[in-house]
């Protein structure tokens, strides 16, 4: 079994920063890749970025690109979401999630697996 437990939510103004962090447990070694979403109240799940834990893979949402950072930390297992020049629209709850197929359709909830609790994140103006 894969768990997984984030953390780094919280309150921050505009313009801010936050540094989320997902560490993954249990049967790590068949994950190919994690995800970061975010949920809105009322919206759609959203894809944030992603990142694949042996070839350095990564891919951004346009409205997030420049801005968030995703790395890990392979030895603790760890992915983290560096969030820059945060915006109101930036609220949400946020999830990470693992992935353990190379899918094409990277950017659809339904090509992951393992889904974390997720934690709030709002950006006040």
């Known amino acids: 079994q894969v768990q997984l437990a984030e953390s780094g939510g919280g309150l921050v103004q505009a313009g801010g920063s936050l540094r989320l962090s997902c560490a993954v447990s249990?049967?790590?070694?068949?994950?190919?890749?994690m995800g970061w979403f975010r949920q809105a109240p009322g919206k759609e799940r959203e894809f944030v970025a992603r990142?694949?834990?042996?070839?350095?893979?990564?891919d951004y949402a346009d409205s997030v690109k420049g801005r968030f950072t995703i790395s890990r930390d392979n030895a603790e297992n760890t992915v983290y979401l560096e969030m820059d020049s945060l915006k109101p629209d930036d609220t949400a709850v946020y999830y990470c999630a693992t992935s353990k197929i190379d899918s094409y359709f990277y950017r659809r909830p339904g090509s992951y697996n393992y889904w974390g609790q997720g934690t709030q994140v709002t950006v006040s103006s």
């Open positions: 249990g049967r790590t070694f068949s994950t190919y890749a």
């Open positions: 990142i694949n834990w042996s070839g350095g893979t990564i």
